[in-house]
């Protein structure tokens, strides 16, 4: 790995490590909440978006003239027991994922509840904007770090680092998505490895994010009309 390339992997890094801290310190680190409460920094979490997106992103495509589609795509279609093997991932997750927001609608509503009902548009412009960041944020370290790394020090060294600094970045979040980043980290470096591609980790980084927390957006709706009862 060239001097540059390990330079700008490592820039971007420190920039992106150092918006998840200042979103943790802004309270802005997601736009719906566990608790399925709204965000009141709703135009703050698009402009972390934004600057993510260019950090893990357009700076290493740019500087390092690396391809997005060869990465994303990679040099041919996988073995059939792989792709039988990321279809029952993304059906797992998709029932998870559904399971996850049935049961916060389940809980019951606080009689103080606010419904901060945002407009369509913003949300489909956050939805939209949401995908591109974790398209970006896969193709960075699933992605260009990961296969630089792997003819750089080889394939076990290579999943570890991308295990430790990926972990690294959830330090502000709870600890139960701390511990839950580990296997899937794990999982999906492997299934990128087997694909020589980063689409297995883009899809199902999208899948999982996108069907929980429009499932959280749902229940924040739910639990707003029934503490309005």
Not at 49 to 55: N, R
Not at 61 to 81: D, M
Not at 148 to 159: E, K, N, T
Request: charged share 10%.
């Amino acid at each position: 790995m060239q001097p540059l390339t390990i330079f700008i992997y490592s820039f971007c890094y420190l920039m992106v490590f150092i918006l998840s801290l200042i979103s943790k310190k802004e309270g802005s680190q997601r736009l719906i909440k566990d608790d399925a409460t709204i965000s009141d920094k709703p135009g703050n979490i698009i402009g972390l978006h934004i600057i993510g997106i260019m950090w893990l992103g357009m700076v290493p495509w740019f500087v390092l003239k690396l391809s997005v589609l060869k990465t994303f795509t990679g040099s041919g279609i996988p073995h059939s027991s792989v792709l039988v093997i990321i279809a029952a991932l993304l059906i797992l997750a998709t029932a998870l994922a559904i399971r996850v927001g049935k049961n916060i609608q389940q809980q019951p509503a606080n009689s103080n509840y606010i419904n901060n009902q945002l407009p369509v548009r913003f949300l489909t412009s956050y939805f939209a904007l949401r995908m591109v960041f974790l398209f970006s944020y896969e193709l960075f370290f699933r992605g260009f770090l990961l296969f630089d790394s792997i003819q750089a020090m080889g394939i076990i060294p290579a999943v570890i680092l991308n295990v430790l600094l990926h972990q690294l970045l959830h330090l502000f979040n709870s600890k139960t998505e701390m511990l839950a980043c580990i296997p899937f980290s794990l999982l999906v470096c492997w299934l990128c490895i087997l694909c020589n591609a980063a689409w297995p980790a883009v899809i199902l980084h999208i899948t999982i994010s996108l069907l929980y927390e429009i499932n959280l957006y749902k229940s924040h709706f739910s639990a707003a009309k029934i503490a309005r009862l």
